[in-house]
């Protein structure tokens, strides 16, 4: 952080953090919540699954187009702009009278998302450029989103518990208003930006219809078979669109929507390769973990949601590790180690098999160890993936993490059910299913593994994307966006 403003600078770092927090909070709150959603608004079976997927296709599919654009146009105004959606859409949602009307405000609370989601990391790399802040600032960015998921377990339960159902779409509403005053006193505009401003229609369209449907094809493979009809038909759009998108940015476009030369870099590709399999590493651990608790261990949703609390705690522990073993042994270092430190705490959760297990001796230690990874790994690879780009890609930077994050949510989760589902996760029987969800922990550690053999190719001391991608390119701007 340099010459800026202290407090106005501290109000960034809190908008920003408060809305990660809002972004992956909202992703699992509504879990909790989706038994008394349905008895509510009549769904069928079928359709209650769209109170997610309307939420999830619309966020994975624009967030790399939303990063982008907010390059070219204003990453202030797309992050106002998504919080201003997402506080609309959740009154709506709260005020829903029938499924349809809820299923629409969940897509828009989506795109609100993917508005808001990448601007907060590009705001953080422009506005943070001196190295120690620079780590602080983007570990807590990460325990926010590592905590996110854990809270929302909580909160959905205490949420729907005490109050009602509509309160875990109602409570973003205050939060919402008083994101978006903190956030249009403290964020300043950038200067206008350089060159021509011109949006590739193609590859927007493309990589949007591409990406939409391969995550609809996952959720459906997930609930109906990967050989029925529809999954099959939309993972034909998502080869076809993800094609095209790719002749496009090499072939055709002018000005690419992402430039195929980042991927020389090689911290670009191991910092997203991580983060694809962190996001199916967080989905799965959160997913199983509840199942464990409630079907395995005979946890309520209450005692369950409390459960995640040493979880969350530790993820904060591990955020607050960043910035200064990152300033002593570098980032990769720092990557590694989090990776490391969540395979140990994955493979000591798939020791659980049976429901004679206890809190405080089976699934405490597990937890803090996990935590401490991730918390370690979110903001790490946040830093590295932004400080290796310019500044006027760093909507890109953000837009190539988020979608890679949901994308290996959505797909981790989808084949690690597989898993635990064909080891005895289906069983009725609480030895049984506690095999099926060790496997499954098993396998969330091997993804773990995946990303840490990636993180080794990130050079020692990370060039910075001036060196290799872009000599031209202009040293971020401090304290602005």
């Known amino acids: 952080m340099s010459n800026a403003n202290p407090g106005r600078t501290g109000l960034v770092l809190l908008a920003c953090c408060v809305g990660q927090l809002l972004v992956v909070l909202d992703g699992t709150i509504m879990n909790v919540a989706l038994p008394s959603i349905e008895s509510a608004l009549k769904f069928d079976a079928n359709s209650l699954q769209w109170v997610i997927n309307a939420y999830l296709i619309p966020t994975a599919g624009l967030l790399l187009l939303a990063g982008r654009m907010a390059d070219l146009f204003s990453r202030r105004g797309f ?36 508005l808001m989601s990448p601007a907060t990391l ?71 930006h350089q060159g021509p401003r011109k949006l590739d229609i193609l ?35 998502a080869v076809v669109g993800i094609g095209v998108f790719l002749f496009d940015q090499a072939k055709v476009a002018s000005a690419p929507l992402v430039p195929l030369n980042v991927f020389r870099n090689r911290t670009i590709v191991a910092a997203n390769v991580s983060m694809f399999c962190v996001g199916a590493a967080m989905a799965s ?20 949601g409390l459960s995640y609390l040493p979880l969350s705690v530790a993820i904060f522990l591990g955020a607050g590790m960043v910035a200064p073993q990152t300033s002593k042994l570098g980032g990769r270092f720092t990557l590694i180690s989090g990776l490391v430190t ?20 089976d699934l405490l230690g ?62 009725r029987v609480p030895e049984e299913m506690a095999s099926g969800y060790a496997n499954s922990f098993l396998g969330t550690a091997i993804l773990l593994v995946v990303a840490a053999l990636a993180a080794v190719a990130i050079p020692k001391v990370a060039r910075s994307a001036s060196n290799e991608s872009d000599e031209s390119a202009p040293a971020p701007v401090v304290a602005h966006i």
């Not at 464990?292 to 209450?302: A, D, K, N, R, T």
């Not at 959760?349 to 405080?360: E, G, M, R, S």
């Open 79 to 114: 992050f106002l702009a998504g919080i201003a959606l997402f506080t609309v859409a959740s009154l709506a949602g709260g005020f829903a009278q029938d499924a349809t009307q809820l299923i629409i405000a969940r897509a828009f609370q989506g795109v609100g998302v993917a």
């Open 366 to 427: 597990p937890s803090l160890l996990f935590g401490v990874g991730v918390g370690m790994v979110l903001g790490t690879v946040a830093n590295l993936a932004t400080a290796a780009l310019p500044s006027h890609q760093q909507g890109l930077a953000s837009g190539l993490l988020t979608t890679g994050q949901a994308l290996g949510g959505a797909a981790g989760l989808a084949v690690l059910v597989a898993v635990a589902n064909a080891t005895g996760g289906e069983s």
């Open 285 to 304: 651990t959160f997913y199983f973990l509840t199942l464990l608790m409630q079907f395995v261990l005979g946890y309520s949703p209450l005692t369950t």
């Open 122 to 192: 590009t705001v953080l790399g422009t506005t943070f450029t001196e190295p120690g802040q620079r780590a602080k600032a983007f570990g807590l960015w990460g325990a926010a989103g590592g905590s996110g998921g854990a809270i929302g377990v909580l909160a959905g339960g205490v949420v729907t518990d005490w109050l009602s159902w509509r309160w875990v779409l109602l409570i973003n509403v205050p939060v919402g208003i008083a994101l978006f005053i903190v956030a249009a006193i403290s964020i300043t505009p950038l200067a206008k």
């Open 342 to 361: 969540g395979v140990v705490g994955l493979g000591w959760l798939a020791l659980v098999v049976d429901n004679k297990a206890t809190f405080v001796a």
């Open 203 to 237: 590859g927007a369209v493309s990589v949007t219809v591409g990406i939409a449907a391969l995550v609809f094809g996952i959720a459906q493979g997930e609930r109906e078979g990967w050989g029925s009809p529809v999954s099959l038909i939309s993972f034909a759009i």
